[in-house]
């Protein structure tokens, strides 16, 4: 089955904290260390948010919610409120990011409305995702790499290297290493230029993800394999 079929019935559940197994990093300062233009806020309705808004999934084919559950909310005008306007733009979730041009799986931890109407979080375990086969960016170009989003902006980073060779995939995938920071910061369009690693060698890098959309916002974990000659 292939990787991003495979993780696409991640579930977020309510109030649950975010667990991220191994990244680390730092924003850096200079020009361009600057957040992303956001995309203008989305119009915001009268109705409070849901207290119990049942599990929901990151991909768009997950299940409603029985007849006996009653959604909250509203799908509209602009991008709705509570759980209608959630799931009414759930959509805009991504299961992929690229990594200068190579796919690279993105699994969402934490989402909300925009307008703080509806949120969900989910711990989900490190390396989720991860595969000893992964593609490898192999051609590093004046030795940074732009992370992109499809549809999305990309507001902020926690990132970090570790030999790949560290990694083992006897089991779960996993890593003694202590990763390195990578330093990183966010273009004008919404992507971000991360700074690759200087020294000769194959690396694992580590990222969790913030990110907004015109009617959502979340984070999530991704994980590239990264060549430097």
């Known amino acids: 089955m292939p990787r991003f079929e495979r993780n696409a019935a991640i579930v977020l559940a309510v109030s649950a904290s975010i667990a991220i197994g191994g990244c680390i990093g730092q924003r850096v300062g200079g020009p361009g260390s600057r957040a992303a233009s956001p995309t203008p806020a989305p119009a915001t309705g009268s109705n409070a948010p849901s207290s119990s808004p049942g599990p929901i999934a990151s991909g768009s084919s997950e299940p409603e919610p029985s007849p006996s559950e009653e959604m909250t909310g509203t799908e509209g005008p602009g991008c709705g409120t509570g759980q209608k306007g959630f799931y009414a733009h759930r959509d805009q979730i991504q299961a992929t990011l690229t990594l200068d041009g190579t796919p690279i799986e993105l699994t969402t931890a934490h989402v909300a409305m ?12 490190g390396f989720v995702g991860l595969t000893e086969d992964e593609t490898a960016v192999d051609e590093v170009r004046e030795g940074k790499l732009v992370l992109v989003g499809k549809g999305m902006t990309l507001t902020d980073l926690t990132a970090g290297t570790v030999p790949w060779s560290t990694v083992d995939f006897s089991q779960e995938p996993s890593s003694s290493a202590t990763p390195k920071t990578a330093s990183w910061h966010v273009a004008s369009n919404g992507r971000i230029v991360i700074i690759a690693p200087s020294r000769a060698g194959e690396y694992l890098l580590q990222m969790k993800v913030t990110w907004q959309t015109e009617c ?11 060549v430097v000659g």
């Open 216 to 226: 959502l916002e979340g984070d999530g974990t991704a994980y590239g394999r990264v």
């Open 114 to 125: 925009r307008d703080g109407s509806y949120d969900a979080d989910d711990a989900i375990p």
